[in-house]
């Protein structure tokens, strides 16, 4: 069993759409990393965060240390949203290696 | 300011032949960090750097495979005698400092295919 599990795997919504991307770890971690991948091109990062909410644009990541969850939120979608998004955690307090999820793929039709 | 800065961006390489990807971390960064993802696959560590020093290599195959981050100039990671299954994309990383709260960013990785 992966140490990082995200669900699910692939995700086809309508624009417009309130999209959930989910995310649990096994793991004590201290941070957790939304991040996105398009199609041949590099990786952004959208979000770190150990507890609670943040928010950015349409983009809101939530974060529930007790139940080691997170998920993230994309409200009124665009096709333009379309791509792999992927958690990763920070294990512990030593050490900088990231663990990631294998990813969501998500595809926002017009 | 520039990004993290990985090339080349497609490496084309035969088998038993050398490749080396590097990488300039954005600037004012010193903690530089190398992953990899194979086809159909998820992001793994390799290794973690700082100027002229291994810190974590715990995700680097044994043979090989090194890397390295001199005091001047970009981060290197060297692959000896590639095989097929060294195809997949590498992604660098890098953060001003080892803390919690810096996140790390990444460059546009660098797809090496072995013909």
């Known amino acids: 069993k992966n140490e990082v599990e995200q669900s699910p795997q692939n995700l086809t919504a309508q624009e417009g759409e309130f999209i959930t991307i989910n995310c649990s770890y096994s793991?004590?971690?201290?941070?957790l990393h939304w991040l996105q991948q398009h199609p041949g091109g590099g990786i952004v990062s959208l979000f770190m965060l150990s507890s609670g909410k943040k928010k950015h644009g349409r983009l809101i990541a939530t974060i529930n240390i007790q139940e080691k969850h997170s998920s993230l939120h994309i409200t009124a979608s665009h096709p333009r949203d379309s791509a792999v998004y992927i958690c990763?955690?920070?294990?512990?307090?030593?050490?900088?290696?990231?663990?990631f999820g294998e990813g969501t793929q998500l595809t926002v039709n017009p | 300011n520039a990004g993290v800065m990985q090339n080349p961006r497609h490496l084309v390489r035969r088998r038993g032949q050398e490749a080396r990807l590097r990488c300039s971390p954005m600037?004012?960064?010193?903690?530089v960090y190398w992953y990899r993802q194979l086809p159909e696959e998820g992001l793994k560590f390799m290794v973690y750097l700082q100027k002229e020093n291994i810190i974590d290599e715990s995700g680097m195959p044994k043979e090989r495979f090194s890397a390295e981050f001199p005091k001047e100039g970009p981060s290197i990671l060297r692959i000896q005698q590639v095989v097929r299954g060294d195809s997949a994309a590498y992604f660098c990383?890098?953060?001003?400092?080892?803390?919690?709260?810096?996140?790390?960013?990444f460059g546009d990785g660098t797809r090496l295919s072995i013909l």
């Open positions: 793991v004590g971690i201290s941070a």
């Open positions: 990763a955690v920070r294990r512990g307090t030593s050490g900088s290696r990231l663990t």
């Open positions: 990383a890098s953060s001003p400092r080892d803390r919690v709260d810096q996140p790390q960013h």
């Open positions: 600037k004012g960064h010193s903690h």
